[in-house]
């Protein structure tokens, strides 16, 4: 146990370095993150060194890039914190297993081999882990409630000094949905919606019904709403799911194959809109846009009535929201606009990732003891009485906390696989990618850290000029390789997003949809409903970007650029400049920047490499 040494009378006390990791991991999205000393200093996904998209396996990889990004040694981290509870989920699909027995036992069957090698002997997997590594195994393996570390890390790194919770998503243990109140470095949740009643299962059923994967296509879904017209809203509502006045829910289980069988509907759902599932490759037709449009709505009035309940609640007039759904931004938006609240801070990493973050913090602050308030950080010699809360600045660092590379390391690349790429000074590094994007170039955005989280913004994206009406159909069919119809975010100038969005806040995180003012001709990122999924960039948090796009508004008069993940679909984000090269190799984007170098590819001709 780290003790506080004793000091001189009023000299500073000596820092302690408590070094806690977090992991979240067996479901979708593992990760890993470190705090030190209260300040999360590295977090990132497994996908991405993996390379397997929403990679669910153990994060060792994640695990080991955290640890030596956090300067930990031979002697371990200080304790490690595990995003969920595996034994209560455990016994949720024992209990719901012999609830609807002898229904079910095919999922339940499927289930039982990962339960029995991996999920119930995490604690002895860390150690093995980290004795691979050649660190220390800390004595206490701490395990929190899958909602309370969404809820940690949706209120602990938010810029409030107090505020309501809510998170939201598919199921943890027994947890589908969570409120609560965070003040200072205490976090009480004061309530639960309980599996199966899910509002994150009811997007995922119609996610898999209209042919996109689940945990992947949710924000495909989203994107296809607008096309479509609320005709099965009904439906839904009068069949489907009974909302109460508080935003609870209860599923009717009848139209639902999660209990009892390997798929998220069952027949019943399929006769009440309409026919088969949608497979994979099929046509979207419009029924599937009504269908997308109308459990977006119903989405959208669920959270309006938990986010009033959380208000009412608490009295809080902020409100912090964690969890998949989270990542709903067309309901964030909605509930920024008409819900109760002056302000809404979202978790960039609002999935599961997001939970190795708030484990860490968790623990940190105390909460992961057993009880909330608890000694568990204090046991570790730590000060945790203070925390930040300016109500401006969050603790996030703008998502970017997962690896960098140095110039050292591209300069290398480039040389070895003999790239013909020019080094940009820093007075025209900015000036000669706006030229390109103005250009109708589509640049490879590689620079700093990598984020954390679902989104690209801007240090692994794909730019381009938002400006050109070909561009959303040229990015998705030549750059992406994804469905036609799938919009593409603006960056913006923080200081110039008012004068283009009906839009009065920052959104750092590309977490909140506005208005595209009218008069303004941006088509490459305006939606059909004239909608936009805006990111506003400051000088403050990543100042190279801001002055790339600050650049482009020079040249253009427009202070905003399109941001798109630099990935191909079903590839995870690129972490490496390796990565990024293969990447730009194997896609129709023109340029790419690698921190300071150039890298050109002439019309129609191959990358010379
Ligand atoms: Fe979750």
């Not at 067309?330 to 999935?351: H, K």
């Amino acid at each position: 146990m780290l003790g506080r040494p004793p000091g001189r009378p009023g000299a500073l006390p000596p820092p302690v370095r408590v070094k806690i990791l977090g992991i979240s991991a067996f479901y979708h999205d593992s990760a890993a993150a470190l705090v030190r000393d209260g300040e999360v200093v590295a977090a990132a996904q497994e996908e991405r060194f993996s390379r397997r998209k929403h990679d669910a396996g153990f994060p060792a990889r994640a695990v080991q890039w955290c640890l030596e990004e956090g300067g930990v040694g031979p002697e371990g981290p200080d304790a490690v914190a595990f995003y969920d509870k595996p034994v209560t989920k455990f016994v949720r699909i024992l209990e719901t297993h012999f609830a609807v027995a002898p229904r079910g036992l095919r999922p339940f069957v499927a289930a039982m081999p990962l339960w029995a090698r991996e999920k119930l002997w995490i604690p002895m997997r860390v150690e093995t882990c980290l004795v691979r590594l050649g660190v220390a195994c800390p004595r206490d393996v701490f395990f929190l409630e899958h909602h309370e570390s969404h809820a940690a890390s949706a209120f602990y790194p938010s810029p409030f000094p107090s505020a309501a919770i809510l998170t939201v998503d598919g199921v943890g243990e027994w947890a589908t949905a969570a409120v609560g109140r965070g003040e200072g470095n205490t976090i009480e949740l004061l309530g639960e919606l309980r599996f199966p009643h899910s509002l994150g299962l009811l997007y995922s059923a119609f996610t898999a019904y209209c042919g996109f994967e689940v945990n992947d296509g949710e924000y495909k879904l989203m994107g296809l709403a607008p096309y479509g017209e609320p005709r099965y809203v009904r439906e839904i509502r009068e069949q489907l799911v009974d909302i109460k006045e508080d935003g609870s829910i209860r599923l009717n289980m009848a139209f639902f194959g999660f209990l009892d069988r390997l798929s998220m509907v069952n027949g019943r759902f399929e006769r009440l809109f309409g026919g088969p599932p949608r497979r994979t490759g099929e046509p979207l037709t419009q029924r599937h846009k009504d269908l997308a449009r109308s459990v977006q709505e119903v989405t959208e009035e669920v959270i309006l009535r938990m986010g009033a309940h959380a208000h009412a609640v608490t009295g809080e007039k902020r409100l912090c929201l964690a969890g998949g759904v989270a990542l709903n931004c067309v309901a964030n938006g909605r509930l920024l606009r008409e819900g109760p609240f002056e302000d809404v801070w979202i978790q960039p990493a609002a999935g599961d990732a997001g939970g190795a973050v708030g484990a860490a913090l968790a623990v940190w602050y105390g909460l992961g003891s057993g009880g909330h308030g608890g000694p568990a950080a204090a046991s570790l010699g730590a000060d945790t009485t203070r925390r930040g809360g300016d109500g401006v600045h969050d603790a996030m660092k703008g998502a970017l906390l997962g690896p960098g590379f140095d110039d050292g390391a591209i300069r290398e690349l480039v040389a070895r696989e003999g790239i013909a790429a020019t080094r940009l000074g820093e007075a025209e590094w900015a000036g000669t990618i706006a030229r390109l994007l103005a250009d109708g170039k589509i640049v490879g955005l590689f620079q700093g850290r990598m984020e954390f989280g679902p989104r690209a913004l801007g240090n692994r994206s794909i730019l381009a000029d938002p400006r050109d009406p070909g561009m959303q159909s040229r990015l998705n069919l030549r750059v992406k390789n994804r469905e036609s119809f799938r919009p593409f975010a603006p960056a913006v100038l923080a200081e110039k997003a008012a004068e283009w969005f009906d839009l009065d806040r920052p959104s750092p995180y590309m977490l909140l949809t506005a208005r595209v003012k009218e008069g303004r001709s941006i088509p490459a990122v305006t939606h059909v409903d004239r909608s936009a999924r805006v990111q506003t960039v400051d000088a403050e948090s990543n100042p190279r970007f801001h002055a790339l796009i600050a650049a482009f508004d020079a040249l253009t008069g427009c202070p905003l650029v399109v941001n798109t993940s630099f990935n191909v679909a079903d590839e995870p984000i690129v972490c490496t400049p390796a990565d990024a090269v293969r990447c730009f190799v194997g896609t129709g984007i023109d340029a790419l920047v690698l921190g300071d170098w150039l890298v050109k590819k002439e019309e129609g001709s191959e990358l010379d490499i």
